[in-house]
T-cell receptor, first 113, second 114 residues
Framework: AQTVTQSQPEMSVQEAETVTLSCTYD???????LFWYKQPPSRQMILVIR????KQQNATENRFSVNFQKAAKSFSLKISDSQLGDTAMYFC??????????WGAGTKLIIKP | DTGVSQNPRHKITKRGQNVTFRCDPI?????LYWYRQTLGQGPEFLTY????????KSRLLSDRFSAERPKGSFSTLEIQRTEQGDSAMYLC????????????FGPGTRLTVT
């Protein structure tokens, strides 16, 4: 069975600091996709960044970047220069060969002013 | 591109009643997904469509749940004889397909069964 684990239920940092959210996963497939989504309070799920497993280069989207370690099955998200608007639940998700997203339990990130 | 829309946004119903939710995907997206999310948890996959064909159903989807996507456009999710355990946020997402795998989500329908 494929699983996604987020071991940090909650994190908080000061505005402008850098924060890293952890995610590990388990899959027997060789070709898959990984995603980070954010879900602000009472708002909808927003795609933050994606990573194709066959690509060695880590994905980057503005202040968001990932550290993808395929052998270790690790997929962490780094947020640089954090902003108040980054406060949200962050979910790591694995897309399986049936196009289902397998989700972690989420990390609640609080950015303090 | 108006994004994925879902109606209603909130639904309160009594146990035993039937409810139906609607999802309108992003136009030209041929894949549509339903997920269920309970408070403090990540979403759980329920089912997905490619065009009008329902290709996958989770074992979470009991016989009381049915989903349709007539003509490959909008989709409906019906829950019959609702139970208190059905209380959750029901999320719809769509993706373009054809090698594009990102799923874009709607705002969800929050169901409360009393």
């Amino acid at each position: 069975a494929q699983t996604v684990t987020q071991s940090q239920p909650e994190m908080s940092v000061q505005e402008a600091e850098t924060v890293t959210l952890s995610c590990t996963y388990d899959t027997s497939e060789n070709n898959y996709y990984l995603f980070w989504y954010k879900q602000p309070p009472s708002r909808q799920m927003i795609l933050v960044i994606r990573q194709e497993a066959y690509k060695q280069q880590n994905a980057t989207e503005n202040r968001f970047s990932v550290n993808f370690q395929k052998a270790a099955k690790s997929f962490s998200l780094k947020i640089s220069d954090s902003q108040l608007g980054d406060t949200a639940m962050y979910f790591c998700a694995l897309l399986d060969s049936n196009y289902q997203l397998i989700w972690g339990a989420g990390t609640k990130l609080i950015i303090k002013p | 591109d108006t994004g994925v829309s879902q109606n209603p946004r909130h639904k309160i119903t009594k146990r035993g009643q039937n409810v139906t939710f609607r999802c309108d995907p992003i136009s030209e997206h041929n894949r549509l997904y339903w997920y269920r999310q309970t408070l403090g948890q990540g979403p759980e996959f329920l089912t997905y469509f490619q065009n009008e064909a329902q290709l996958e159903k989770s074992r979470l989807l009991s016989d009381r749940f049915s989903a349709e996507r007539p003509k490959g456009s909008f989709s409906t999710l019906e829950i019959q004889r609702t139970e208190q355990g059905d209380s959750a946020m029901y999320l719809c997402a769509s993706s373009l397909g054809a090698g594009i795998y990102e799923q874009y989500f709607g705002p969800g329908t929050r169901l409360t069964v009393t």
